[in-house]
């Protein structure tokens, strides 16, 4: 194995959409790298066909842990990356978000002589009670090159004692993604016919953490709020549904207003946002794409991660009742959306690689 690389770990969509670009630029630059997908997430739509519509070449490593508690799920992933990484002997790894998969990577390196990278670090929701506050904790405290995305991440990571010169604001990779895409999106999706909605005239919904749809109840009250919205503006609903969410919705009612279909493709999905009349989720990754698509959002949580979404009046916290997601609606609909992008130019991730060891002592070297 060559000792000046790079490992990628990941193992969830969001994290394929995140780290694609980074992968690419690997790739252009003829950095030697290889992928760790942990099998967090293990249906072909929430794997393989990201890849394939990201135009990635599969995974190097597979470790194929799929679904289990948290400690299990956490445990498995760590022992299967540190065996991958003992091999490989990369001299820099990279994890990105909050996932437990993120975690696992964070571990595993952590004991290892590699630099361990954290993208998009210092995102915080101060909800402790979400197992992706912990995550993003321990893994901004224990890597050794924090990503920021926004100067407001890097300032919640130098609040918490953490040392200037470890972090760099770098932008989030996730506009990278979107600059590559969004025209492929436009040219290549028929989801507009496939689901034969007028521009600006419908609902995208995203419904999947788990304080929302484990809780029946309150995804309930959830699905209530967004059939008041669709009632009020004329607006079909339409929400892929993520398969945690599919477990527990085959018990509920869904209104009529609400069209459950499958998760998509990012391209598709990516043409679905750019023309929704308004965006309704708890997905981190679809807040920040809905505020650089000029795209209204409302997100179904009591508190977000992302800020600057809502300093930007991209996005309105529309909590988890009916009548505050109507109410959040009310206003969003009707904002100016000429708000500015917090998120960047979309060349985060060749910042990223620029500050990463495995990069740096290679092209000192060459
Ligand atoms: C995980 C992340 C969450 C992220 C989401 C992205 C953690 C703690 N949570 O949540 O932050 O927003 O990914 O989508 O890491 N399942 C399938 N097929 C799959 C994967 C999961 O059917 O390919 C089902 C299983 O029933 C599983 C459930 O979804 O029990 C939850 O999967 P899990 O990976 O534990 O967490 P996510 O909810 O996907
Ligand atoms: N996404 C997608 N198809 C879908 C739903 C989401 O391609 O049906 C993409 C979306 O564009 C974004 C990412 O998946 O890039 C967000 O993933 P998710 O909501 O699962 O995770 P989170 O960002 O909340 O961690």
């Known amino acids: 194995m060559n000792s000046s690389q790079l490992a990628i770990v990941l193992g969830t969509r969001p994290e394929i959409v995140k780290l694609a670009p980074i992968i690419r630029e690997c790739r252009e630059r003829d950095v030697p790298h290889t992928v760790v997908h942990t099998g967090q997430h293990y249906s072909p739509q929430l794997t393989e066909v990201f890849f ?9 490593h597979t470790l194929g842990v799929g679904s289990e508690t948290h400690g299990q799920q956490t445990g498995n992933m760590i022992a299967g990356v540190e065996e991958i990484l003992l091999d490989a002997e990369p001299e820099t790894v990279l994890v990105q978000g909050d996932t437990n998969t993120t975690l696992a990577g964070t571990i595993a390196a ?15 929701s101060d909800d402790r009670g979400m197992p992706e506050e912990i995550n993003r904790i321990i893994c901004d405290h224990t890597a050794d090159r924090l990503f920021a995305p926004t100067p407001a991440a890097a300032e919640n990571l130098r609040a918490e004692g953490i040392p200037s010169d470890r972090i760099s604001v770098t932008g989030n990779t996730v506009v990278d993604a979107l600059q590559r895409h969004r025209t492929l999106a436009a040219d290549q999706s028929t989801a507009l016919d496939d689901y034969e909605v007028t521009p600006g005239e419908y609902g995208l919904v995203t419904v999947h953490r788990a304080e929302n749809v484990d809780d029946r109840e309150r995804f309930a009250d959830v699905l209530t709020g967004i059939d008041r919205v669709a009632r009020e503006f004329d607006m079909e609903m339409i929400y892929p549904v993520h398969p945690r969410a599919r477990k527990v919705l085959s018990d509920l009612t869904v209104p009529d207003s609400i069209r459950v279909v499958e998760p998509l493709d990012y391209l598709e ?7 929704a009349g308004l965006i309704l989720t708890d997905s981190g990754g679809v807040q920040e794409e809905a505020c650089v698509l000029g795209v209204p959002c409302v997100t179904l949580r009591k508190n977000t991660e992302r800020p600057e979404t809502i300093a930007a009046g991209a996005n309105r916290l529309g909590g988890v009742t009916p009548t505050r997601i109507l109410d959040a609606s009310r206003d969003m609909v009707k904002a100016d959306t000429g708000w500015d992008n917090p998120f960047g130019d979309g060349d985060a991730a060749s910042r990223i690689l620029d500050t ?10 060459q």
């Open 269 to 275: 999905f990516l043409r679905l946002e750019s023309d």
């Open 52 to 60: 394939d519509k990201l135009g990635l070449p599969a995974p190097d």
């Open 110 to 124: 952590s004991k290892l002589d590699a630099e361990l990278g954290h993208v998009e670090a210092g995102l915080r």
């Open 356 to 365: 990463s060891a495995a990069v740096a002592t290679r092209e000192v070297v």
